[in-house]
């Protein structure tokens, strides 16, 4: 073991009169600063980066690194992450013109076939315009738009579930409760998307956190469904609807509150996904063996054998990716080495080595 802990040693010693930094004096803070843009930078997080250059720029103009720290920021605002763009356009155009096509019915008007070519043509042209001036020269990466789709199903779900369970209480005549639930559904989708994006569009997101999210909302509804229906058979639609509303909203909460404890990458959560599938394609066909040899078999007993097998499904995958990274080997080898620039407090360039376990 001497011979690779010399040779690393000797390689730290031969560094460090490079660095030139004075082992007595505390290193100024823009050097650090400029040292921990860098690193971020290393780190292939370029929004990061580009908020702690403009840092430097706004706390210590003055600085020696101003001039190295504007010219990094020119190249990075020159590079715009256009990941999620495609999907952001597309429905961003379909919220739009399901808004203006849905018009005339809310306001009870008789627009004929040319009137609803034109709302649905208006609809068509103010979502293109809309997209492209809502990303206009700025990032609109996947995870933003993951963000933004999630906010936006999740409360229109909310909304059509509420209003079509409660709005009859407000309207008696059909057509005025048609036209309402109409209504509440163009304002919510209108609503929750540009809320979503105003709230995503300065920010630095992975696809990660929304993936394992949108993960757990989806299995609320699915687990709160069989539960209301399945096991407890609870005959109130009211607290159906109601459990359908909260449950899923609070796993989206917690799912995307508690990433971090579990780290997972999409692809991880993807594969926990199938896994659960299979658990509820198992526990289907385990029910149809035993609806063939127990006939009078009590009904709570699927929903047990389903929710069961989706829940062992999870778990087996959970620990079957225990180890999955969506990076290759060498990209997480590498992960743990990097050669950085280092500036010493009298300007002196050199490298220094990063070594992180």
Do not use: C
């Given at each position: 073991?001497?011979?690779?802990?010399?040779?690393a040693?000797?390689?730290?010693?031969?560094?460090?009169?490079?660095?030139?930094?004075?082992?007595?004096?505390?290193?100024?803070p823009?050097?650090?600063?400029?040292?921990?843009?860098?690193?971020?930078?290393?780190?292939?997080?370029?929004?990061?980066?580009?908020?702690?250059?403009?840092?430097?720029?706004?706390?210590?103009?003055?600085?020696?690194?101003?001039?190295?720290?504007?010219?990094?920021?020119?190249?990075?605002?020159?590079?715009?992450?256009?990941?999620?763009?495609?999907?952001?356009?597309?429905?961003?155009?379909?919220?739009?013109?399901?808004?203006?096509?849905?018009?005339?019915?809310?306001?009870?008007?008789?627009?004929?076939?040319?009137?609803?070519?034109?709302?649905?043509?208006?609809?068509?042209?103010?979502?293109?315009?809309?997209?492209?001036?809502?990303?206009?020269?700025?990032?609109?990466?996947?995870?933003?738009?993951?963000?933004?789709?999630?906010?936006?199903?999740?409360?229109?779900?909310?909304?059509?579930?509420?209003?079509?369970?409660?709005?009859?209480?407000?309207?008696?005549?059909e057509?005025?409760?048609?036209?309402?639930?109409?209504?509440v559904?163009?304002?919510?989708?209108?609503?929750?998307?540009?809320?979503?994006?105003?709230?995503?569009?300065?920010?630095?997101?992975?696809?990660?956190?929304?993936?394992?999210?949108?993960?757990?909302?989806?299995?609320?509804?699915?687990?709160?469904?069989?539960?209301?229906?399945?096991?407890?058979?609870?005959?109130?639609?009211?607290?159906?609807?109601?459990?359908q509303?909260?449950?899923?909203?609070?796993?989206?909460?917690?799912?995307?509150r508690?990433?971090?404890?579990?780290?997972?990458?999409?692809?991880?959560?993807?594969?926990v996904?199938?896994?659960?599938?299979?658990?509820?394609?198992?526990?289907?066909?385990?029910?149809?063996?035993?609806?063939g040899?127990?006939?009078?078999?009590?009904?709570?007993?699927?929903?047990?054998?389903?929710?069961?097998?989706a829940?062992?499904?999870?778990?087996?995958a959970?620990?079957?990716?225990?180890?999955?990274?969506?990076?290759?080997?060498?990209?997480?080898?590498?992960?743990h080495?990097?050669?950085?620039?280092?500036?010493?407090?009298?300007?002196?360039i050199?490298?220094?080595?990063?070594?992180?376990?």
């Amino acid at each position: 073991m001497r011979g690779p802990m010399s040779a690393a040693l000797a390689f730290v010693l031969f560094l460090i009169p490079v660095i030139g930094v004075p082992a007595a004096d505390a290193p100024p803070p823009d050097w650090l600063l400029y040292l921990e843009a860098v690193e971020t930078l290393a780190d292939g997080r370029e929004k990061a980066a580009a908020n702690l250059f403009r840092e430097l720029l706004d706390e210590y103009p003055d600085s020696y690194l101003a001039d190295r720290a504007r010219a990094h920021l020119l190249g990075l605002e020159g590079q715009l992450d256009r990941s999620g763009i495609v999907s952001f356009y597309l429905g961003t155009m379909a919220t739009t013109t399901f808004a203006a096509y849905s018009l005339p019915e809310i306001f009870g008007l008789d627009a004929g076939l040319v009137g609803a070519g034109l709302y649905g043509l208006t609809g068509v042209g103010s979502g293109f315009t809309a997209a492209w001036l809502m990303t206009k020269n700025r990032d609109w990466s996947a995870g933003q738009e993951l963000w933004t789709e999630l906010g936006q199903i999740a409360f229109m779900t909310n909304t059509t579930l509420a209003s079509t369970q409660w709005m009859g209480e407000l309207f008696e005549k059909e057509d005025y409760l048609t036209r309402a639930n109409l209504a509440v559904a163009t304002a919510s989708a209108a609503g929750s998307r540009s809320a979503a994006y105003f709230f995503v569009r300065d920010g630095d997101y992975s696809v990660d956190r929304p993936v394992f999210a949108a993960s757990a909302y989806v299995w609320g509804h699915f687990y709160s469904l069989l539960a209301t229906t399945g096991l407890l058979m609870l005959e109130s639609s009211d607290a159906i609807i109601a459990v359908q509303i909260i449950v899923p909203d609070a796993a989206l909460l917690a799912g995307a509150r508690y990433w971090d404890k579990f780290g997972w990458s999409a692809s991880r959560t993807g594969l926990v996904d199938v896994g659960g599938v299979g658990g509820i394609l198992v526990g289907s066909f385990v029910n149809l063996i035993v609806d063939g040899l127990f006939p009078d078999a009590n009904e709570r007993l699927a929903a047990v054998v389903v929710m069961g097998s989706a829940v062992a499904g999870k778990g087996i995958a959970a620990k079957l990716t225990g180890n999955f990274d969506a990076r290759s080997r060498t990209a997480k080898a590498l992960e743990h080495l990097s050669l950085l620039p280092a500036i010493g407090a009298d300007g002196g360039i050199g490298a220094a080595l990063r070594i992180s376990y």
